[in-house]
């Protein structure tokens, strides 16, 4: 397939949220003394997380907005702490997201990836993430210059799997249908929402998790197999 524009999830898929994110967490549990009730990081991270998870599994699916999820996704674990005040832990959650966005740890392999794609395709990143970190952390990881637009649920008013934010991209980026490709690290947002969406599919998938209902165009456990495919 003669591929030309190629669409990339941030998250997970080039910059590494989840260690980036828990470094940000460390430094949260530290400066707010949340070890005045958690016993240990590791035991507040272990709440934190997975509510986290199925929040953003709720935002995609459209069962909650974004002002739930960033409000809530800090109050589960600061209720305990008898921090309860809506503006108090909206506060945090900012704090969080300015933190998060100086982090610059990236998946191993990205910017090889990037130096590689970058003579041969358009790229793009299309992203769940909200606009004032996603931005931020494209500048300061140094992806920023690779990418010639940053689509946003939030621009497309529809999120990830949804058909409706594939298509706004392809409005968006004057791109065509059958000459595009999806990167990304998520089954469900990224390979299942590309692939009803009539996108070419790499589904990047480091654990080797099993795939549901269809196989994707192609499969990798590390971003440096993508330069064999492309």
């Not at 589960?76 to 933190?99: M, S, W």
């Not at 998060?100 to 992203?127: M, N, Q, V």
Request: hydrophobic share 40%; aromatic share 14%; with cysteine.
């Amino acid at each position: 397939m003669a591929y030309k524009s190629i669409f990339i999830d941030l998250d997970d898929t080039l910059w590494d949220t989840y260690h980036n994110n828990k470094e940000c967490l460390e430094e949260l549990y530290a400066d707010y003394d949340f070890g005045r009730y958690y016993a240990s990081f590791e035991a507040f991270f272990s709440i934190y997380m997975p509510h986290n998870i199925e929040l953003w599994a709720k935002y995609r699916s459209g069962e909650i907005d974004r002002q739930t999820l960033i409000l809530d996704r800090f109050l589960y674990v600061l209720r305990p702490l008898g921090i309860e005040n809506k503006q108090e832990v909206l506060a945090i959650n900012n704090d969080f997201l300015r933190r998060t966005a100086s982090k610059t740890r990236l998946i191993p392999g990205a910017i090889e990836l990037l130096d590689y794609l970058r003579p041969s395709y358009r790229l793009f990143i299309l992203s769940n993430g909200f606009r004032e970190v996603q931005s931020l952390k494209l500048k300061n990881a140094g992806l920023a210059p690779y990418f010639e637009r940053l689509i946003l649920s939030e621009d497309a008013k529809i999120q990830k799997p949804h058909k409706g934010i594939f298509d706004f991209a392809l409005h968006n980026t004057s791109s065509r249908r059958t000459e595009s490709l999806m990167i990304g690290d998520s089954w469900d947002a990224d390979i299942v929402g590309a692939y009803h969406a009539g996108f070419g599919q790499i589904w990047f998938n480091p654990e080797g998790l099993p795939v549901n209902g269809f196989t994707p165009t192609y499969t990798v456990r590390t971003l440096d197999e993508i330069r064999k495919i492309l």
